[in-house]
């Protein structure tokens, strides 16, 4: 038996957690044969810790042979404490009315805060996740606290725009969804992001020979997959969570296994036009458990260079709003 994995998840109680806590605890993420804690961290709101509660009881009642152990706590340095791996879900909200700067100054409150912390408590090999919006921005405040723990452990969540966009190609194409490989995202995890299609194949042969319709690729492909965050609000009155969630198994299952090919929010040195110190998704390639390298084989065309620009403008822009607190 291996020893057990810990896993802080904060923000356990909201939607993302109740599909998220789940698949983590019958192996979904870390694989079958791998024992897992959960340490779950909620806000300090009554009505957020006694809903953590019943999720809590609902993970007793799965009986899951994986999960040997359940940490509820509203104290990051509780619910922090030896993980090795630090899910961050929990964030505030953009409510009606709110103006950017204070959803960012708010967040960055938090993670701030929790970045500190995570560095402070968390196992020497940790591993940081970041989900909560702005996703990028958050994972480069939490790793701008961390002395410890090295920058390249903290990412971010881009992996649910990478498979929507895999499937938005292979429903164009009328394929199976497996025959698309290698769209990746780069930039920010907003609508500003892009799909890079150029490098996508379907079947071995690019993809956007076999769509045979670039008006198709640079418009609506780009524009669906970017706003697709906001359709699903339209259509469900909720955030995207299921989807979320499972795209959070993912990016972990990727960075943990050897090999694996996917797009994740790094910290830039430079590569693909955007300057050092932005978190921008791009394309890595898991070299050992926990640890990746960036491609940078890829060449981009005008448009795309174009359309990277302009994502990288949008982080540089945000990061100028957060600037005290990453000092
Ligand atoms: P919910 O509002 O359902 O849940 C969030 C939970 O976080 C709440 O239970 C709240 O009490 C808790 N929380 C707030 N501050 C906390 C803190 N300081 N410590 C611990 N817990 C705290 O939101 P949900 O739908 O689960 O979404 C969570 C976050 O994911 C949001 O920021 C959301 O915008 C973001 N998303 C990111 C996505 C991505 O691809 N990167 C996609 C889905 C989602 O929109």
Known sequence: MKTPLRVAVTGAAGQIGYSLLFRIASGAMFGPDQPVILQLLEAPIEKALKALEGVAMELDDCAFPLLKGIVQTDKPELGFKDANWCL?????????????????????????????????????????????????????????????????????????????????????????????????????????????FAHATINGKAAASVINDDAWLKGPFCETVGKRGAAIIAARGASSAASAANALVDHVRSLVTPGAIHSVAVKSDGRYGFD????????????????????????????????????????????AFVAEMIK
């Open 276 to 319: 050092a110190n932005v978190w921008a998704g791009m394309p890595v390639r898991t070299t050992t458990p926990g640890s990746y390298e960036v491609i940078t084989s890829y060449g981009m065309d005008v448009f795309a260079k174009t359309k990277i620009a302009a994502t990288f403008k949008e982080l540089v822009e945000v990061r």
């Open 88 to 196: 961050l879900v929990g964030a505030k909200p953009r409510g009606p009315g709110m103006e950017r700067a204070d959803l960012l100054k708010d967040n960055g409150t938090i993670f701030i805060a929790q970045g500190r912390i995570i560095d402070a408590v968390a196992a020497a090999d940790a591993r940081i996740a970041v989900v909560g919006n702005p996703a990028n921005t958050n994972c480069m405040i939490a790793a701008s606290q961390a002395r410890r723990l090295p920058a390249e452990r903290f990412t971010a969540m881009v992996r649910l725009d990478q498979n929507r966009a895999q499937t938005q190609l292979a429903k164009k194409a009328g394929v199976d969804l497996t025959a698309v490989k290698d769209i990746f995202i780069y930039g920010n995890h907003s609508p500003s992001m892009f799909p890079a």
